[in-house]
């Protein structure tokens, strides 16, 4: 199967008290990581003795795909598995395999790409239509600082190739970037992967959970980013390929390529978002940086009917006001928001 190409959301999709549709899904499908990015599962908090959830607790395949198929109904067009890391979820192969059968579904991952190098065809040759690495750096210093458990830099380009050998295009990286740390990773990183051609995506370091000690002072802007990049290598800005895209995109003037920024801290773009999100035990959530979420587990387990799970998903969605990311203030940054290895980023 091809990659389909993103899509305006369709006029039937459910929407919410904002006007705005259903239209991406991301499912955590672990909790569990064997990187510890500090901006993520800081190893203060997630160290030896952290309880993840049980086996039992965690959405089964089945599970996972029957809510694909239920929120298809409702305008999800596109479904991104995340986690914790989704690669090391046992079989993930056969999760790919049953969600590839969902008719006019554009499917992905979002991965660390320490196990890509291994998995990268097996994906594919399930239905994976596409995939996106993170990577905070090229230089092995600042990467390994970043991930906390040492892992190489050149390990997560061999996955990245490897994805790009098995057809898993276009390879999109997350690189976040935080002030201080990598900064002076970010022309290395446009340059690399402007000529390997593939699209680089900064994310401004966000305030997700409560646990990575976020300060807007360790945010490195989107505009100071793209100011960087385009002392050196010339930035225009692109349009948008359809309503809601999260990045903003600039192509390089030589036309050789484009980046992404993610602006979530300074220039929210709440007003266009349409993304849900099942945590790994099966909670919805219609915020990233939501405090609670509403359970879709019980009723699977409970015996819920096809006409059951579409009630309260519309339920759910026509109450849904979240806008988080236009109103962050001294105030919302203290919140328990639910940690971003649980909710999936
Ligand atoms: N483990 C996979 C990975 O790292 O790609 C998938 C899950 S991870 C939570 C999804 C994305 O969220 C990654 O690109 C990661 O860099 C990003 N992320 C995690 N914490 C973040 C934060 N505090 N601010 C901005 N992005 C963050
Ligand atoms: Fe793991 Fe991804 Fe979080 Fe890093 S960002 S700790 S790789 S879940
Ligand atoms: Fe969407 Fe919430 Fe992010 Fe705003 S803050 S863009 S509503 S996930």
Same mark, same amino acid.
């Given at each position: 199967m091809t990659a389909l190409a993103p899509r305006n959301a369709s006029p039937a999709a459910t929407r919410d008290r904002l006007g705005r549709p259903l239209r991406d899904l991301r499912i955590s499908i672990t909790d569990r990581c064997n990187f510890r990015c500090t901006y993520c599962m800081p190893k203060e908090v997630f160290g030896k003795d952290y309880q993840f959830l049980e086996r039992s607790a965690l959405l089964s395949f089945e599970e996972i795909t029957r809510l694909a198929r239920t929120f298809t109904r409702h305008g999800v067009q596109k479904i991104r598995l995340t986690g914790g890391e989704p690669l090391i979820r046992r079989n993930i192969e056969q999760l790919i395999g049953m969600l590839a059968e969902i008719p006019d579904l554009d499917l992905t991952l979002t991965t660390n790409g320490s196990s890509l190098a291994k998995k990268a065809r097996g994906l594919k040759a399930a239905g994976l239509n596409r995939i996106t690495v993170s990577l905070d750096s090229l230089d092995d210093k600042i990467f390994m600082a970043m991930n906390d458990v040492d892992f190489p830099v050149a390990k997560v380009l061999e996955g990245i190739d490897a994805a790009a050998a098995a057809g898993l295009s276009p390879i999109k990286i997350n690189m976040v970037v935080k002030r201080g740390v990598n900064e002076h990773s970010i022309v290395p990183m446009a340059r690399y992967f402007k000529q390997q051609?593939?699209?680089?995506?900064?994310?401004?370091?966000?305030?997700?959970?409560?646990? $990575? =000690?976020?300060?807007?002072? !360790?945010v490195v802007t989107a505009r100071?980013? #793209?100011?960087?990049?385009?002392?050196?290598?010339?930035?225009?800005?692109?349009?948008?390929?359809?309503?809601?895209?999260?990045?903003?995109?600039?192509?390089?003037?030589?036309?050789?390529?484009?980046?992404?920024?993610?602006?979530?801290?300074t220039q929210a773009f709440c007003k266009d978002?349409?993304?849900?999100?099942?945590?790994?035990?099966?909670?919805?959530?219609?915020?990233?940086?939501?405090?609670?979420?509403?359970?879709?587990?019980?009723?699977?387990? $409970? =015996?819920?009917?096809?006409? !059951?799970?579409?009630?309260?998903?519309?339920? #759910?969605?026509?109450?849904?006001?979240?806008?988080?990311?236009?109103?962050?203030s001294e105030k919302t940054v203290k919140l328990e928001k639910i940690e971003m290895s649980y909710i999936g980023g």
């Open positions: 051609g593939h699209i680089l995506r900064f994310i401004e370091f966000m305030d997700v959970g409560h646990t $990575n =000690g976020w300060r807007m002072d !360790d100071e980013i #793209v100011d960087t990049i385009s002392r050196e290598m010339p930035l225009e800005p692109a349009d948008p390929n359809y309503t809601g895209e999260v990045a903003e995109r600039w192509r390089y003037k030589d036309g050789s390529g484009e980046i992404g920024v993610i602006a979530s801290v978002c349409t993304r849900a999100r099942i945590s790994t035990e099966g909670k919805l959530y219609t915020c990233l940086f939501a405090t609670s979420g509403h359970d879709l587990r019980a009723l699977l387990r $409970n =015996g819920a009917s096809d006409g !059951d799970l579409d009630t309260f998903i519309r339920g #759910v969605w026509d109450k849904r006001t979240d806008r988080y990311s236009e109103i962050r």
